[in-house]
Structures are given as structure tokens and as C-alpha cells.
């Protein structure tokens, strides 16, 4: 039989439970914690692809600094070796349901007020996610879990960015960033994205949600983008009968195609879903009725303007050629923006086949912006750059291309610039697991003196010990670079949350999203409804290092006292004939006999 995997020395990996287009996802489990846990692997055939090597590090970066219950938690990242590749891993909280794709794949029928509700527990994920700085770009029911307790679990960061990032647009790498049947118009268009982008997306998953079908389909992500664009979608009543007005107004209000008309923000959405749910008018309703008075409010018909119109057509004649000149221009602007789309995404989605392919210039002895330039002048503009030290070569010069000079490839695929750090550059040593002090003197040993150091809070390696160095180990630098030394913290605490009143059940929830280990100590209580928890062994809002065991009591139901036996029947005493006394006379120590009815 042979041996399960291990990764990282610690995570035994079971059954696969999930594949995506650049990983898998295992269940596994936690040797050191004994617990099941959640191992996000990149594929073996992507590891070598450094663009999808920084995307999942990504999302491991973006998941790990969000710490929500309505988030899927990231215990633990790594790397590991597998047949000489280094695959990295991510090691999340394990939940057992079901995704709202695999919810709606089932044709399974959920009451309107029951989407409203899904859908609030997946604002709650973004208004956290938004609070930090990062935006989702890829709210899709793939993406969202419903545990068996009905809860909301948002997951998949791989594509998340955050808010400052200059490169938070759709594209990347020339990859379609999103899923089409949930872009938002700006992607589709490749601009810069905001939290509204998620709204828009959010807006989408309700419209499936209540009508069974997502808001726009089509032939190719092409035409599903267009629809995105320049369509809107068909009311959600006029698809399902039963979905309430209200609800339509917040879905509608949600996929406006200007952010600028949407919910600004997860919280004023929520605020909207909540007031629609307690039977209050919504904002979105407002708006709505707004836009329709607006629209009815016409000026009354003239028969005067009617009569001049078709008497004195001549007269208005210019006028006429001078709006017919400007609706010319707007078509042939609309023209121009719908062929714009459509080129991009044709160029974006075609195939390794069907890309214009070109030879690779020679640009060794160039700078790395004149090599960008001839690169970029014959349509490669997925180039990366690499350090090297190189005796020879001066710095900020090409030493090698990949592939190399010459080579005919598709002007799609990725071309590595290998640039030199100079003739006295020098390779940064690795410090992983060094003391601070040990670390310095490595880096000093090396050549290396402009060393600072920064705290950071590392899962597996113990507090005050090196984590690495910013550039990383192997990067060829010169002497006098600063280098960034990261210090382990220790695991990065969680809050040990409050448990009093919860269930059983709920309480081993919330203490499993935090990554905590439940103990259960069973107290007869009457005056406690039974399995309800009544004391926890560390207080709510301690800060604690994950995998700490915390004692929760429980109240169970008192033992019920044994029902009393009936005394064995006694047989009565024979017949004698004489007569007997009712009560026997008593005998007081002096001698003295007391009959019945005698005092003293």
C-alpha cells in the first residue's frame, strides 16, 4: 500500500475535494494538531510558470491578512519538493458543504428572502476584505461555500489585489482576470477596479440566485462581456414571478453599469438587503421610483410643434442635418469602443496557436529599457527580469534572454531578461531559521552591511528567528544594497471568541475558525437549558496562538432520581384467637409502664 503524501512534514494529504484552473485542493489532515484541514497545491504543470508562481503566492499573501468567520482562514503556507520542483501550498480551514454553484447546479429552488440572506453573508466578506485594502475581483457562487450549518464562507483570493496596486486592472500577463458571467463593466473594459467592482459581481450571484440563471449568456466571454457593457439585464421578475420588488431594485441597483449608480460600498448594500428583509422601503425602491417619475414627467404634447413640424419641415431642415451629424459621430464612436472590446478579448482568449508568433531579437549588451523597447516594438509585452552577477557586464545591462536570441515563439509567451547587477555584485546568502544576530553576521560575512530588520508574524518559524531577506537568498545584488532582514514574531495570534449561550455545535464552529481546539467539559446544571455552554476556560478577546486548547463547559440535563419501590407485602400475622393490643407498651428505664393513653 502505498504511503500518503506528506507535505511540509506535517499535512497528510487525503482525498482531492476541489481542482481550479492553477490548483488543486486536498483534504487533509494536521499530524501536529490532529485536525482536518483544507491543502491548496499549485498544479504540477503550472510550477514552473513564474506568473502563476506570484498568483498563488498572492492569494496566499491576501487570505492570510483577513482574519473573518465569514472568510475561509489560511493556517499556514510552505513550499515543498516533489520530484525535484519546489511546489508552494497553502493550508486553509477545512469546510464541509457545499459551493452556491453546487447548490444551483441542483436546480435546488431558494426562497427569495433566503437569497437576500446568502448574498448578505458574502457582503459581510467583502466589507472586511474592502475594510483591509484588497478587492475579491472574482465573486462568482463557485466561489462562495454554505457550510452544513448555513453559513457564508467566501474563498478564493488567487486573483484579489489590493486597492493601491497600479496594476489592479482586468488583465495581467495578458490573462482574462474574472469570470465572465461576473464581470463588471470596467473589467470587461480593462480598467483600474474598486470595491464597486465587487458590488456589481455580488449583484450578478443574487440575479442567479433568485432567478436560477446567471444575467447574461452567450457564445463566447466575448459576446457575455459585450452584454456586460452595452445590455441591460431582463428584471428578475420577469424571469420568476415571486421575486419581490424590492429585491429587484437592489439587484438591479447593484449591476448599474456606472459604479457611480451603485452601492458605493458592502455596507450601504447590506443596510439595503436588511431593510428590504424587515419590510422597509430601500434606498434602491427610492432610487428606482426616482428614475420613473423622471422618465413619465415628459412635456405635454404640442399639436402647435406636431402641425409646424410637418408644414415647415424645410425650416428645420439644418437642424436635423446638424443632429444627424451628431448621432453619426456617436455611432462611430460606440463602433470604434465595441471593435476596441472585441479585439482585446479576442487577443486575450485565443489560443497558444493562434497567436502571432515572432523571432526574439538579440538584446544582450542592451539596457533593460532599450531590450523592452525592441521587444515591446514587436509585440512581446510579457517580459520579466531577472538579477545575475556577471564579472563582465555592466550593471543594469542584458547578459542572457530565455528563450534565446532568435527563437520563434508567440509573441504571448513570457521572455525572461537576465540582467546584471554589476562586476562586484554579490549573492545573497540564505538566513531561514537564524537568529537575528546569527543572520547579520551571515549577511555580513557575505559583504553585505546596509541591513535593517522587520517583524513578521510567520506560522511555523519560531519567534526572533530569520524568516528571509528582502532581495531574496540567490539574488545577486551589489554590496551597498539595503537589505531587508525579516524576523519571525511567532504564529500571528487569533481572539479566543465569546462562547457563552452557544451550543455545543457552534462553539466547536467558532473555535475551528480560529483555528482553536475545542475540549468539552460536561456539567449537570438545572437551571441551564441542556448542551448550552456556560464557561470557557480563556476569556473572549484574549489573543492567542492558534492550535491553544480552550475548555468550554456545557451544561447537560441533572440525573433523574430512581422512582421509589413499594415495600414487599407483608403476610398478615395468624389467628391466635386472643386479642391482641393495638400498640405495645413501653417501658421507661425506671420500670414505669406506660399504656395507651397515659401521661408520666
Given at each position: 500500500m502505498?504511503q500518503?503524501?506528506l507535505f511540509g512534514?506535517?499535512?497528510?494529504?487525503?482525498?482531492?475535494?476541489?481542482?481550479?484552473?492553477?490548483?488543486?485542493?486536498?483534504?487533509?489532515?494536521d499530524?501536529r494538531?490532529d485536525?482536518?484541514?483544507a491543502?491548496?497545491?499549485?498544479?504540477?504543470?503550472?510550477?514552473r510558470?513564474?506568473?502563476f508562481?506570484?498568483r498563488?503566492?498572492?492569494?496566499?499573501?491576501?487570505?492570510a491578512?483577513?482574519?473573518?468567520?465569514?472568510?475561509?482562514?489560511?493556517y499556514?503556507?510552505?513550499e515543498?519538493?516533489?520530484?525535484?520542483?519546489?511546489?508552494?501550498?497553502?493550508v486553509?480551514?477545512?469546510?464541509?458543504?457545499?459551493?452556491?454553484k453546487?447548490l444551483?447546479?441542483?436546480?435546488?429552488?431558494?426562497?427569495?428572502?433566503?437569497?437576500?440572506e446568502?448574498?448578505?453573508?458574502?457582503?459581510?466578506a467583502?466589507e472586511?476584505s474592502?475594510?483591509?485594502?484588497?478587492?475579491?475581483?472574482?465573486?462568482k457562487?463557485a466561489n462562495v461555500?454554505?457550510?452544513?450549518?448555513?453559513?457564508v464562507?467566501v474563498?478564493?483570493?488567487?486573483?484579489?489585489?489590493?486597492?493601491?496596486?497600479?496594476?489592479?486592472?482586468?488583465?495581467?500577463?495578458?490573462?482574462?482576470i474574472?469570470?465572465?458571467?461576473?464581470?463588471?463593466?470596467?473589467?470587461?473594459?480593462?480598467?483600474?477596479?474598486?470595491?464597486?467592482?465587487?458590488?456589481y459581481?455580488?449583484?450578478?450571484?443574487?440575479y442567479?440566485?433568485?432567478?436560477?440563471?446567471?444575467?447574461?449568456?452567450?457564445d463566447?466571454?466575448?459576446?457575455i462581456?459585450y452584454?456586460?457593457?452595452?445590455e441591460?439585464?431582463?428584471?428578475p421578475?420577469?424571469?420568476?414571478p415571486q421575486?419581490?420588488e424590492?429585491l429587484e431594485?437592489?439587484?438591479?441597483?447593484a449591476m448599474a453599469?456606472?459604479?457611480?449608480?451603485?452601492?458605493?460600498?458592502s455596507?450601504e448594500?447590506r443596510?439595503?438587503i436588511?431593510?428590504?428583509l424587515?419590510g422597509?422601503?430601500?434606498q434602491?425602491g427610492t432610487?428606482?421610483m426616482?428614475a420613473?417619475?423622471a422618465?413619465?414627467?415628459?412635456?405635454?404634447t404640442?399639436?402647435?410643434y406636431?402641425?409646424r413640424?410637418d408644414?415647415d419641415?424645410?425650416?428645420?431642415?439644418?437642424?436635423?442635418?446638424?443632429?444627424?451629424?451628431?448621432?453619426?459621430?456617436?455611432?462611430?464612436l460606440?463602433?470604434g469602443?465595441?471593435?476596441?472590446?472585441?479585439?482585446?478579448?479576442?487577443?486575450?482568449?485565443?489560443?497558444?496557436?493562434?497567436?502571432?508568433?515572432?523571432?526574439v531579437?538579440d538584446?544582450?549588451?542592451?539596457?533593460?529599457e532599450?531590450a523592452?523597447?525592441?521587444?515591446?516594438a514587436?509585440?512581446?509585452?510579457?517580459?520579466?527580469?531577472e538579477?545575475?552577477?556577471?564579472?563582465?557586464?555592466?550593471a543594469?545591462t542584458?547578459?542572457?534572454t530565455d528563450?534565446?536570441?532568435?527563437?520563434?515563439i508567440?509573441?504571448?509567451?513570457?521572455i525572461?531578461l537576465?540582467?546584471?547587477s554589476?562586476?562586484d555584485?554579490?549573492?545573497?546568502?540564505?538566513?531561514?531559521g537564524?537568529?537575528?544576530a546569527?543572520?547579520?553576521?551571515?549577511?555580513?560575512?557575505?559583504?553585505?552591511?546596509?541591513?535593517s530588520s522587520?517583524q513578521?508574524?510567520?506560522a511555523?518559524i519560531a519567534?526572533?528567528?530569520a524568516?528571509g531577506?528582502d532581495?531574496?537568498a540567490g539574488?545577486?545584488?551589489?554590496?551597498?544594497?539595503?537589505?531587508?532582514?525579516?524576523?519571525?514574531?511567532?504564529?500571528?495570534?487569533?481572539?479566543?471568541?465569546?462562547?457563552?449561550?452557544?451550543t455545543?455545535?457552534q462553539a466547536q464552529?467558532?473555535?475551528?475558525?480560529?483555528g482553536?481546539?475545542?475540549?468539552?467539559?460536561?456539567v449537570?446544571?438545572a437551571?441551564?437549558?441542556?448542551?448550552?455552554?456556560?464557561?470557557q476556560?480563556i476569556?473572549s478577546?484574549?489573543q492567542?496562538?492558534?492550535?491553544?486548547?480552550v475548555t468550554?463547559?456545557?451544561?447537560i440535563a441533572?440525573?433523574?432520581?430512581?422512582?421509589?419501590?413499594?415495600?414487599?407485602p407483608?403476610d398478615?400475622?395468624p389467628?391466635?384467637?386472643e386479642p391482641?393490643?393495638?400498640?405495645?407498651?413501653?417501658?421507661?428505664p425506671?420500670?414505669?409502664v406506660?399504656?395507651?393513653?397515659?401521661?408520666g
Amino acid at each position: 500500500m502505498s504511503q500518503p503524501r506528506l507535505f511540509g512534514g506535517r499535512y497528510e494529504l487525503d482525498a482531492t475535494v476541489g481542482r481550479g484552473g492553477m490548483a488543486e485542493v486536498y483534504r487533509a489532515r494536521d499530524l501536529r494538531l490532529d485536525r482536518l484541514v483544507a491543502v491548496k497545491t499549485l498544479r504540477h504543470d503550472l510550477a514552473r510558470d513564474h506568473v502563476f508562481q506570484a498568483r498563488f503566492r498572492r492569494e496566499a499573501q491576501s487570505a492570510a491578512s483577513l482574519n473573518h468567520p465569514a472568510i475561509i482562514a489560511v493556517y499556514d503556507t510552505g513550499e515543498d519538493m516533489i520530484d525535484g520542483l519546489s511546489i508552494p501550498y497553502i493550508v486553509m480551514e477545512y469546510v464541509d458543504g457545499r459551493t452556491l454553484k453546487e447548490l444551483l447546479d441542483d436546480d435546488r429552488k431558494l426562497l427569495p428572502e433566503r437569497s437576500a440572506e446568502l448574498v448578505d453573508g458574502i457582503l459581510k466578506a467583502l466589507e472586511y476584505s474592502h475594510d483591509n485594502g484588497i478587492v475579491h475581483r472574482d465573486i462568482k457562487p463557485a466561489n462562495v461555500m454554505l457550510t452544513r450549518n448555513a453559513e457564508v464562507k467566501v474563498m478564493d483570493f488567487g486573483i484579489a489585489r489590493s486597492m493601491d496596486d497600479n496594476q489592479a486592472t482586468m488583465t495581467q500577463t495578458s490573462q482574462v482576470i474574472g469570470t465572465a458571467q461576473y464581470l463588471s463593466p470596467e473589467q470587461a473594459r480593462g480598467e483600474r477596479v474598486d470595491p464597486r467592482s465587487d458590488i456589481y459581481s455580488t449583484g450578478c450571484v443574487l440575479y442567479e440566485l433568485l432567478t436560477g440563471r446567471p444575467p447574461f449568456t452567450g457564445d463566447s466571454p466575448v459576446s457575455i462581456a459585450y452584454q456586460h457593457v452595452r445590455e441591460e439585464p431582463v428584471p428578475p421578475s420577469q424571469v420568476d414571478p415571486q421575486v419581490p420588488e424590492w429585491l429587484e431594485d437592489i439587484t438591479l441597483r447593484a449591476m448599474a453599469k456606472d459604479r457611480d449608480q451603485r452601492y458605493q460600498s458592502s455596507a450601504e448594500m447590506r443596510a439595503d438587503i436588511q431593510r428590504g428583509l424587515a419590510g422597509m422601503p430601500t434606498q434602491a425602491g427610492t432610487m428606482a421610483m426616482a428614475a420613473a417619475g423622471a422618465t413619465t414627467m415628459l412635456p405635454p404634447t404640442d399639436d402647435r410643434y406636431d402641425d409646424r413640424y410637418d408644414d415647415d419641415y424645410d425650416d428645420y431642415d439644418d437642424e436635423k442635418k446638424n443632429n444627424a451629424g451628431k448621432t453619426a459621430l456617436w455611432a462611430l464612436l460606440g463602433i470604434g469602443v465595441l471593435a476596441s472590446i472585441v479585439l482585446v478579448f479576442w487577443l486575450l482568449n485565443r489560443g497558444p496557436g493562434e497567436a502571432e508568433r515572432q523571432a526574439v531579437p538579440d538584446v544582450v549588451g542592451s539596457t533593460v529599457e532599450e531590450a523592452r523597447a525592441d521587444l515591446e516594438a514587436l509585440g512581446f509585452d510579457n517580459v520579466s527580469e531577472e538579477q545575475r552577477a556577471d564579472p563582465e557586464a555592466e550593471a543594469g545591462t542584458v547578459v542572457e534572454t530565455d528563450p534565446e536570441a532568435d527563437s520563434e515563439i508567440a509573441v504571448t509567451e513570457q521572455i525572461i531578461l537576465y540582467v546584471s547587477s554589476g562586476p562586484d555584485a554579490r549573492e545573497i546568502p540564505s538566513v531561514e531559521g537564524q537568529s537575528e544576530a546569527d543572520a547579520r553576521s551571515t549577511l555580513g560575512d557575505a559583504g553585505f552591511e546596509n541591513i535593517s530588520s522587520e517583524q513578521q508574524s510567520h506560522a511555523s518559524i519560531a519567534s526572533g528567528q530569520a524568516i528571509g531577506t528582502d532581495p531574496s537568498a540567490g539574488d545577486a545584488v551589489a554590496p551597498d544594497t539595503e537589505i531587508t532582514l525579516y524576523i519571525s514574531s511567532g504564529p500571528q495570534q487569533v481572539e479566543v471568541p465569546d462562547l457563552q449561550g452557544m451550543t455545543r455545535d457552534q462553539a466547536q464552529s467558532a473555535l475551528d475558525q480560529r483555528g482553536l481546539v475545542a475540549s468539552f467539559h460536561e456539567v449537570e446544571d438545572a437551571s441551564t437549558p441542556p448542551n448550552t455552554v456556560t464557561a470557557q476556560s480563556i476569556q473572549s478577546g484574549q489573543q492567542v496562538d492558534p492550535g491553544t486548547t480552550v475548555t468550554v463547559t456545557v451544561a447537560i440535563a441533572p440525573a433523574q432520581p430512581d422512582p421509589p419501590t413499594d415495600p414487599e407485602p407483608q403476610d398478615p400475622p395468624p389467628d391466635t384467637g386472643e386479642p391482641t393490643d393495638p400498640e405495645e407498651p413501653e417501658t421507661e428505664p425506671d420500670g414505669l409502664v406506660i399504656g395507651p393513653g397515659r401521661q408520666g
